[in-house]
């Protein structure tokens, strides 16, 4: 037996020589083919050689890190693990494990491996920026960038670390501080395609869409097969209304990443700015699939069900509880404890307003005059501005604020612990589920009371948000038992600014004309196949009659030809439609003068164009839905006087519009009568719409004061 051990060990000496002696070769090839930037080759020679020998380190380290690099990363992990588990104490097989890891979305066993790396060789620059990127893709801001910090203190020219400290500033929202890391990245590295991928996010969240451009371009330049250059530039040209543009960037990533979660995200905004809200919907969903609790996944997939036909109430409410579950009920248990504001029912209360818009944006219109006409011996107004868009507007908010606050590159931690310190009593959410939406903080709950209204008329499903703002007619009572919210009724949910100085309103132009003009001035994606199909009718029933179309989104040819071959799809021939793009809104409004009956979409109706219209003298015909977002025009008409030009089905909308056009005569009385018939309202006076807020809030602290809150 004796004999047979050693004749055994003998033998496996002999065969480890001769690999040996094969295997140093076979690597030391491989490596030239690295070298030398031959990379399919150099995987094929890695790979070869670990036929002979499965355990080789070098081997599975480089291949690793070269499938890491093609993205691999399933492949690269595994071949990562057998090379720590070869050698457990190479720090550098420990972080390129780690960089394979978090490509797979692992990125807490990612940071275990950089940790790893960084037990071994404390001063391991690299590894602590990656350990950075991981902490990122965590949301532990902070602690990346303690981790950045401690790697450019080791190396200050390490690109890495300041491109990987740029974007964790920019998920900060500190995007001037993003910019300057950014910078010094690109000063170190001219062609790094990721900084400049970067840096165009951080310069569109400024509003520098010239310059987010022309680094979108760059970045695609350098690295085409690199996703995050086609989704840097289609979020500017998304922003700039270059819709078709921005979704074709979007299929580019998805071609290069099928898994992209912001791909996903991306490329349903762009559909549901096209009209193709269940493409839109599954896009979202995509995302969601790989991201469940991803905030703002799970946010466009609310607000774009608005444009959905058969979402109901219900859907509705349980897409907004999903946000809650996955995202608000995280937060809210972490959030501060109880508020010291004092319960006096008679003292001065300080309102905290809460926006993206304050600036000329068409939310604004509507919840401005609420602001300016505040009683204010009895409210003390504070804005938190979350935009970085500054205009003339801007400058009319500042005035009527009793105290600013730009907010806009502030965390929701910190936005939360400014309004406790600012004392707000009640604090309004004027956003909902739309674009740049605070909801994180109002999961806080940072004042003792707080509300939603003039936003998102179908409610935020926040449990922390105490009150929605609503009318009888926006949300039946029927189905207020769905709500997070407590429904608290005002003369309509929506009211609106008057029209600026010097806008003159036209008699009804259908007199000179000779014939009628329909008009839709609402965005492209609230145009429906059914509503097209209805308005069709309508001009068919109308003899000679035209339809004029207004929105921004209409100055992309591919948006317009799509419009006018759906409008063809129906027969209704494109010389009979006329399409406008943006304008100024001096012009925007004046154009309402070449309009004779104004056409509410639906499902998803008009809340702004609605009131403008009305405003102009221009008659609307709207259709009451189910859902909420369709019944928004029917309330304001309701609210305005007008219930006679509210439809309950499709052939009433056809029969209103058509009996309303042979009546030129009364359309010219009726034009010069609104005006005056609106500002009579409660709904459409602002100051009387302003006091019957000021009493609901009165009441609301009231109820708060008695322990009822």
Same mark, same amino acid.
């Given at each position: 037996?004796?004999?047979?051990?050693?004749?055994?060990?003998?033998?496996?000496?002999?065969?480890?020589?001769? #690999?040996?002696?094969?295997?140093?070769?076979?690597?030391?090839?491989?490596?030239?083919?690295?070298?030398?930037?031959?990379?399919?080759?150099?995987?094929?020679?890695?790979?070869?050689?670990?036929?002979?020998?499965?355990?080789?380190?070098?081997?599975?380290?480089?291949?690793?890190?070269?499938?890491?690099?093609?993205?691999?990363?399933?492949?690269?992990?595994?071949?990562?693990?057998?090379?720590?588990?070869?050698?457990?104490?190479?720090?550098?097989?420990?972080?390129?494990?780690?960089?394979?890891?978090?490509?797979?979305?692992?990125?807490?066993?990612?940071?275990?491996?950089?940790?790893?790396?960084?037990?071994?060789?404390?001063?391991?620059?690299?590894?602590?920026?990656?350990?950075?990127?991981?902490?990122?893709?965590?949301?532990?801001?902070?602690?990346?960038?303690?981790?950045?910090?401690?790697?450019?203190?080791?190396?200050?020219?390490?690109?890495?670390?300041?491109?990987?400290?740029?974007?964790?500033?920019?998920?900060?929202?500190?995007?001037?501080?993003?910019?300057?890391?950014?910078?010094?990245?690109?000063?170190?590295?001219?062609?790094?395609?990721?900084?400049?991928?970067?840096?165009?996010?951080?310069?569109?969240?400024?509003?520098?869409?010239?310059?987010?451009?022309?680094?979108?371009?760059?970045?695609?330049?350098?690295?085409?097969?690199?996703?995050?250059?086609?989704?840097?530039?289609?979020?500017?040209?998304?922003?700039?209304? #270059?819709?078709?543009?921005?979704?074709?960037?979007?299929?580019?990533?998805?071609?290069?990443?099928?898994?992209?979660?912001?791909?996903?995200?991306?490329?349903?905004?762009?559909?549901?700015?096209?009209?193709?809200?269940?493409?839109?919907?599954?896009?979202?969903?995509?995302?969601?699939?790989?991201?469940?609790?991803? #905030?703002?996944?799970?946010?466009?997939?609310?607000?774009?069900?608005?444009?959905?036909?058969?979402?109901?109430?219900?859907?509705?409410?349980?897409?907004?509880?999903?946000?809650?579950?996955?995202?608000?009920?995280?937060?809210?248990?972490?959030?501060?404890?109880?508020?010291?504001?004092?319960?006096?029912?008679?003292?001065?209360?300080?309102?905290?307003?809460?926006?993206?818009?304050?600036?000329?944006?068409?939310?604004?219109?509507?919840?401005?005059?609420?602001? #300016?006409?505040?009683?204010?011996?009895?409210?003390?107004?504070?804005?938190?501005?979350?935009?970085?868009?500054?205009?003339?507007?801007?400058?009319?908010?500042?005035?009527?604020?009793?105290?600013?606050?730009?907010?806009?590159?502030?965390?929701?931690?910190?936005?939360?612990?400014?309004?406790?310190?600012?004392?707000?009593?009640?604090?309004?959410?004027?956003?909902?589920?739309?674009?740049?939406?605070?909801?994180?903080?109002?999961?806080?709950?940072?004042?003792?009371?707080?509300?939603?209204?003039?936003?998102?008329?179908?409610?935020?499903?926040?449990?922390?948000?105490?009150?929605?703002?609503?009318?009888?007619?926006?949300?039946?009572?029927?189905?207020?038992?769905?709500?997070?919210?407590?429904?608290?009724?005002?003369?309509?949910?929506?009211?609106?600014?008057?029209?600026?100085?010097?806008?003159?309103?036209?008699?009804?132009?259908?007199?000179?004309?000779?014939?009628?003009?329909?008009?839709?001035?609402?965005?492209?994606?609230?145009?429906?196949?059914?509503?097209?199909?209805?308005?069709?009718?309508?001009?068919?029933?109308?003899?000679?009659?035209?339809?004029?179309?207004?929105?921004?989104?209409?100055?992309?040819?591919?948006?317009?030809?799509?419009?006018?071959?759906?409008?063809?799809?129906?027969?209704?021939?494109?010389?009979?439609?006329?399409?406008?793009?943006?304008?100024?809104?001096?012009?925007?409004?004046?154009?309402?003068?070449?309009?004779?009956?104004?056409?509410?979409?639906?499902?998803?109706?008009?809340?702004?164009?609605?009131?403008?219209?009305?405003?102009?003298?221009?008659?609307?015909?709207?259709?009451?839905?189910?859902?909420?977002?369709?019944?928004?025009?029917?309330?304001?008409?309701?609210?305005?006087?007008?219930?006679?030009?509210?439809?309950?089905?499709?052939?009433?909308?056809?029969?209103?519009?058509?009996?309303?056009?042979?009546?030129?005569?009364?359309?010219?009385?009726?034009?010069?009568?609104?005006?005056?018939?609106?500002?009579?309202?409660?709904?459409?006076?602002?100051?009387?719409?302003?006091?019957?807020?000021?009493?609901?809030?009165?009441?609301?602290?009231?109820?708060?004061?008695?322990?009822?809150?």
């Amino acid at each position: 037996m004796g004999n047979s051990v050693g004749q055994r060990a003998f033998h496996k000496a002999q065969l480890e020589k001769r #690999q040996k002696a094969e295997v140093l070769p076979m690597l030391r090839h491989a490596l030239q083919l690295h070298k030398m930037g031959l990379l399919p080759e150099a995987q094929a020679a890695y790979r070869q050689l670990l036929q002979l020998a499965s355990n080789q380190f070098i081997a599975l380290h480089m291949l690793g890190t070269l499938e890491s690099d093609a993205k691999n990363y399933q492949h690269a992990e595994v071949l990562l693990s057998r090379a720590v588990a070869v050698d457990p104490r190479s720090a550098e097989a420990h972080m390129s494990l780690g960089v394979a890891l978090n490509g797979l979305r692992r990125h807490d066993e990612a940071r275990e491996s950089y940790r790893k790396a960084l037990a071994l060789r404390p001063n391991y620059a690299l590894a602590l920026s990656n350990l950075g990127n991981a902490s990122v893709a965590l949301e532990l801001h902070e602690e990346a960038l303690h981790s950045y910090d401690k790697a450019l203190a080791l190396n200050p020219d390490l690109a890495e670390a300041h491109n990987g400290r740029g974007w964790a500033l920019c998920r900060r929202r500190n995007y001037d501080e993003a910019i300057a890391s950014l910078n010094r990245a690109l000063s170190i590295k001219p062609d790094y395609a990721a900084a400049l991928a970067n840096r165009a996010i951080a310069l569109r969240e400024l509003q520098r869409f010239d310059e987010a451009l022309a680094d979108g371009n760059r970045a695609i330049a350098l690295a085409p097969d690199d996703a995050n250059g086609w989704l840097a530039r289609a979020g500017v040209l998304l922003q700039i209304q #270059q819709i078709a543009q921005a979704s074709r960037d979007c299929e580019q990533a998805l071609a290069i990443d099928p898994n992209s979660i912001q791909a996903h995200m991306m490329q349903g905004l762009c559909l549901a700015g096209l009209g193709r809200v269940d493409e839109a919907l599954a896009s979202f969903d995509r995302a969601l699939d790989i991201q469940p609790d991803l #905030q703002s996944a799970i946010s466009n997939n609310i607000f774009t069900l608005d444009f959905a036909e058969d979402a109901t109430v219900e859907r509705h409410q349980q897409a907004r509880q999903v946000w809650w579950e996955r995202v608000g009920a995280k937060i809210a248990s972490e959030a501060s404890g109880p508020h010291d504001n004092s319960r006096n029912p008679d003292r001065r209360l300080v309102l905290g307003y809460v926006s993206s818009d304050f600036n000329a944006h068409s939310a604004a219109f509507i919840f401005k005059p609420v602001l #300016q006409h505040h009683d204010r011996a009895q409210f003390e107004i504070v804005c938190y501005a979350c935009s970085s868009k500054v205009d003339a507007t801007t400058s009319e908010f500042k005035k009527i604020a009793d105290r600013w606050r730009d907010a806009s590159q502030w965390t929701d931690d910190r936005l939360a612990a400014e309004i406790r310190a600012d004392g707000v009593d009640i604090l309004i959410d004027l956003s909902g589920h739309t674009r740049g939406n605070r909801l994180g903080v109002f999961a806080r709950k940072p004042a003792p009371i707080q509300v939603h209204g003039w936003g998102h008329g179908t409610g935020t499903g926040l449990p922390t948000i105490d009150y929605l703002f609503s009318d009888p007619v926006a949300i039946p009572s029927a189905v207020r038992h769905l709500f997070a919210e407590t429904i608290v009724d005002l003369p309509c949910f929506v009211t609106l600014a008057p029209l600026p100085d010097g806008i003159a309103r036209a008699p009804a132009p259908a007199i000179s004309n000779g014939f009628v003009t329909f008009g839709v001035f609402n965005r492209i994606s609230k145009i429906s196949d059914e509503a097209v199909v209805v308005w069709s009718r309508i001009l068919e029933r109308v003899p000679g009659s035209r339809l004029l179309i207004k929105d921004v989104a209409l100055d992309d040819r591919l948006v317009r030809d799509n419009l006018l071959a759906r409008f063809a799809a129906c027969r209704l021939p494109a010389e009979r439609v006329d399409l406008l793009g943006a304008t100024l809104r001096s012009e925007h409004l004046a154009s309402f003068n070449r309009v004779d009956i104004a056409l509410d979409p639906f499902p998803q109706n008009g809340g702004v164009s609605t009131l403008e219209a009305l405003q102009m003298g221009v008659p609307v015909v709207a259709k009451l839905g189910n859902s909420l977002p369709s019944r928004a025009a029917g309330a304001i008409l309701t609210a305005l006087g007008l219930p006679d030009w509210v439809a309950d089905s499709e052939e009433a909308y056809v029969e209103i519009a058509a009996s309303r056009a042979a009546g030129i005569g009364d359309l010219d009385k009726l034009r010069r009568e609104l005006p005056g018939q609106i500002n009579a309202s409660a709904a459409g006076n602002p100051i009387s719409y302003a006091r019957a807020a000021d009493a609901a809030y009165r009441a609301m602290w009231q109820r708060y004061c008695d322990g009822g809150a």
